[in-house]
């Protein structure tokens, strides 16, 4: 019966080269697809934060034009 070292021994994954270096390039190209959602992300939020600023300066301009609360027809 082969001992307790002799059996993690076998088990071991032995890594070549070629292995070794398409994992590297595999890492590599996640990170660089992270990289690039985390720009996206950026981006939609500013465009995001744009939009909501154009919403509140229209609700401005639509409370100005009708008077708040002095038309009964519209409400917040």
């Given at each position: 019966m082969p001992s307790q070292s002799e059996n993690t021994n076998t088990n071991e994954k032995q890594w070549n080269e070629t292995?070794?270096?398409?994992?590297i390039l595999y890492a590599k190209h996640l990170q660089q697809e992270n990289e690039d959602l985390q720009a996206k992300m950026i981006m939609m939020n500013a465009k995001l934060n744009n939009e909501e600023a154009k919403t509140k300066k229209l609700n401005n301009?639509?409370?100005?034009?009708?008077g708040q609360g002095t038309?009964?027809?519209?409400?917040?």
């Open positions: 292995e070794i270096r398409d994992l301009i639509i409370k100005l034009i009708y038309n009964p027809n519209y409400s917040n």
